[in-house]
């Protein structure tokens, strides 16, 4: 179990930098400051919001989208704000943390559908 929180943890902070940077760098984003703050904001957010879902998956074995859901916006407010304080090159952080969310996650639940077959 230890075992499995740690590969999810460490592949959906893997994957998540590489999705989420890959879309700053798409959609505009050059300053290098940014892209340190994008790391940061995305250390603090995705772990917290894989473990939270993996322990509360122990305690109420149904939970699923709802939960996901409501982690991602947490973790959106959050980064959303820091963009807001710190970001130099990115225009609207909200909208921003959004579209970045949105987007790694929308890749990581293809992702998973294409390994398992179904939906989380």
């Keep these: 179990m230890v075992h499995d929180l740690i590969v999810s943890l460490a592949a959906s902070l893997f994957l998540t930098l590489v999705l989420e ?3 700053a760098f798409i959609t505009g984003v050059r300053k290098r400051m940014d892209y ?12 917290a919001v894989v473990l939270c ?3 509360s998956r122990l305690i109420i074995p149904f939970t699923g989208l709802w939960l996901q859901l409501i982690l991602e916006l947490c973790a959106i407010i959050a980064e959303g704000s820091y963009y807001k ?3 130099v090159s990115i225009k609207r952080p909200f909208l921003f943390s959004v579209s970045a969310n949105g987007f790694s996650y ?3 639940l293809l992702i998973h559908f294409l390994m398992y077959g179904g939906i989380i």
Excluded: M, Q, R, S
């Excluded at 340190?36 to 772990?47: F, G």
């Design 106 to 108: 929308g890749i990581g």
């Design 85 to 87: 304080k710190y970001a």
């Design 53 to 55: 879902y993996f322990l």
């Design 21 to 23: 940077g890959f879309f």
């Design 36 to 47: 340190l703050l994008l790391l940061l904001v995305n250390i603090l957010t995705n772990p």
